[in-house]
């Protein structure tokens, strides 16, 4: 069945330019996760969704930093004016629900931000 | 920031011995999970332990889990050129609604044949 897509798969930005990473969930999954991943470290958490309500957004490293998913269904993750140090992959996952039996996130394959 | 630390942070073994990599974590989980990323398949989701189990087997993989000592071990068994890749844990946090992971920093595997 298909997995989690995410477009483009890579993005070449000039410093100051907004920027919109799409994510296409697995069909019916309840929760959606947006994940930023540095060259040689793990993914860091920046936000997830229940449905269309975000529930948390403590890992949005600043203001220009915008995420939503209006039907509960695809997701924009939108950076503003971006600077060289948002250069990384950008990571979109999905899983089932909250019940710890649905904890498996399944990942997209990644946007790879570059802003010259 | 990262919730901990795995280590190796690298390491090189010949196909067919056993490979075995630690995570370490700072707060209270509801389950660890691993990981594996490489280039082909992105990060695909290895194994589950709930913070009640203290041991989990899935084919080649054992996972191993202390939660009083908030630390986890994967030892994968007869590798395979197949399994080079960065291996990570993730947590899950403890409490109600928390169902973000965090993940730590990685042991990169290689198998050499």
């Known amino acids: 069945g298909a997995g989690v897509s995410q477009s483009p798969r890579y993005k070449v930005a000039k410093r100051g330019q907004d920027v919109a990473l799409r994510c296409d969930p697995i069909s019916g999954h309840v929760s959606l996760f947006w994940y930023q991943q540095a060259l040689g470290q793990g993914p860091e958490f920046l936000t997830y969704f229940q449905n269309e309500a975000q529930l948390d957004k403590s890992g949005l490293p600043s203001d220009r930093f915008f995420a939503e998913r209006p039907e509960g269904s695809v997701s924009t993750l939108k950076i503003q004016r971006t600077q060289q140090e948002d250069s990384a992959v950008y990571l979109c996952?999905?899983?089932?629900?909250?019940?710890?039996?649905?904890?498996?996130?399944?990942f997209g394959p990644g946007t790879r931000l570059t802003v010259t | 920031s990262q919730q901990g630390e795995e280590d190796p942070q690298a390491l090189s073994i010949q196909e067919g011995e056993n490979a075995t990599m630690n995570c370490s974590y700072k707060?209270?989980?509801?389950?660890l999970q691993w990981y594996r990323q490489n280039s082909g398949r992105g990060l695909v989701h290895l194994i589950l332990?709930?913070?009640?189990?203290r041991e989990k087997h899935s084919g080649r993989l054992r996972v191993t889990l202390d939660t009083s000592k908030k630390s986890s071990s994967l030892l994968i068994t007869a590798s395979r050129a197949a399994d080079t890749a960065s291996y990570f844990c993730?947590?899950?946090?403890?409490?109600?609604?928390?169902?973000?992971?965090?993940f730590g920093t990685g042991t990169r595997l290689t198998i050499i044949p």
């Open positions: 996952a999905s899983s089932l629900g909250w019940g710890t039996e649905f904890s498996e996130q399944y």
């Open positions: 993730a947590t899950r946090g403890g409490y109600f609604g928390n169902e973000k992971l965090t």
């Open positions: 332990i709930r913070s009640n189990e």
């Open positions: 707060t209270s989980i509801n389950n």
